[in-house]
Structures are given as C-alpha cells and as structure tokens.
C-alpha cells in the first residue's frame, strides 16, 4: 500500500476531474493493481463520483511516463520544427485531447486535417493575429512511420527574425563611427567616436543575444509540446492496456457464464 502527500491528492483529483468532464466517458472499469496500491485516494474519488479509470489516469500521469526526447531538426533560418516518436492510436477520444492540449500551448484554434495515414492540425488564429507569422503558421502532424506515431511541430521564426533589424542599424552606424574616427575627420573627437563605436558595439550584441535567446526558447517550447503530446498518448495507451484484458458476457447468452478471461485471443479451447 502507498501513501500520497494531501496535495498530490489535491492533485490527482483536479486532474481527473478534469479528464471526466473533457471524456464524457471512460473505459469499463476493473480492479487492478493501482487501485489495491492506493485504497484511500480511491475512497475518496469514489466519494467525489469520480469514475476510476480517470483517476488510474491522472495517477499514472502523477507518477510520470517517460517517453524518447524529441529532435529538433535544422529547418533554417525562419522555420524551427520539432519531431518525436509514440506508440497509441489516435482514436476520437485521444485526439480530442491532443488538440485541446496544442490549441492551449498556441492560444488559437485550429482545424484539423485528415489523409490516409496522415492527421494534422493548423492552426486558424482570428483578427489581428492572422498577420503575425508566429500566430499563423504553427502546425502538428500524426503520421505513422512503420509501428510508430510520428509527432512534428512546426512553426515560423519571421516574426522573431525581425526584431534582428535593429542590430544591423546599431551595427551600420557604429561601423561609420568607426571609419570617421580612423580617418581622422573626428579631429580632437577620435577618443570619443572610439568609446562611442564600442558602447554601441557592445549593446548592439547584448541585444542580439537577447533575441537569439527568445529564439531558442521558442523552440524549447516546441520541444515541450511534443513531449508532452507523447505522454498523452503513451498514457492514453497504457490505461488501456489496463482495462482492455476483460470481456463481460451477458448471462442470457451463456448459461453459467458471467465473464472471460482474454489471455491469448490466437488460441481458442474446445471441450
């Protein structure tokens, strides 16, 4: 038997909350070794008319499932794209889940696409945010790759590119700076133009920098979602596994008979 601290199971039960309300329904649910772990916390979702197979969810999500680090792959100067690679099915209750998350991670809806062994979700922001490249050009495709799930997201660095334009201005003029003070047409001022042209210098790459960093976090954060669109899937795929090992079958079809136990569906046994 384990214990949980008073906020993880503030936690778990926020999270399964939430999962009841996003479902609307649940796998058919079956004791399993989770639930003998954790009777209380169980007591208590039970109290809260929690199904339980979203609780095993948000526990299993608690306790962590890890999953390969996704790729950042070199997609030029204006483009970063992020790929990564799960197990699952995008089954309508998975998927509908996966969208919410990256509509969530983009703040924009988005409209979802499907072909063949292709779905992909681009996004369609509204107003004035259909102008900003960053706003406009986020996608995340599902395509399977042999026994995988290939996860990859997209999206435009133009709009952080820009903010490049003032370096090259501070660059240009310090530059002018530079080439007055050693051609001597700064007179008795050369001191000066030399201490102006490395302040300039100076801040013009401090800024660079700056912006080089918002770049690669913005990246990052593409690297963060497709994580964690591979742990919903690899969570999704594990509940149920969990709840996938049962078959119940009416008594009125089979005298004597109220459930089977599915061990190996490749092997059939006859009396």
Known sequence: MANLKDDEIRRIVNRATMFQKFYGASFQQSVNKLEEQ????????????????????????????????????????????????????????????????????????????????????????????????????????FELSGNALKISAKQSMKTVNKFYLPSLGGLFGGFMMFAGTVMGKMGSDEVAGMIGFMVILGITFLYTRVIYKQKKKRKSHLGDLVEQLQQILKRRQKVGGLHSDKISIPDNEYDGVDEIEIKDTKKVSTD
């Open 38 to 141: 954790y009777p209380h916390l169980f007591e208590i979702t039970d109290s809260l008319n929690l199904q339980r197979s979203f609780v095993i969810e948000a526990l299993l999500e608690h306790q962590g499932i890890p999953v390969e680090e996704p790729m950042v792959l070199e997609a030029g100067f204006n483009n970063a794209e992020v790929v990564g690679f799960s197990s699952g099915d995008l089954n309508p209750e998975t998927l509908k889940e996966l969208r919410a998350h990256i509509e969530y991670h983009f703040n924009t809806v988005g409209e979802l696409k499907h072909r063949n062994n292709k779905t992909s979700w681009k996004a369609m922001p509204k107003g004035l945010a259909r102008f900003i490249s960053s706003q406009n050009s986020p996608e995340v495709g």
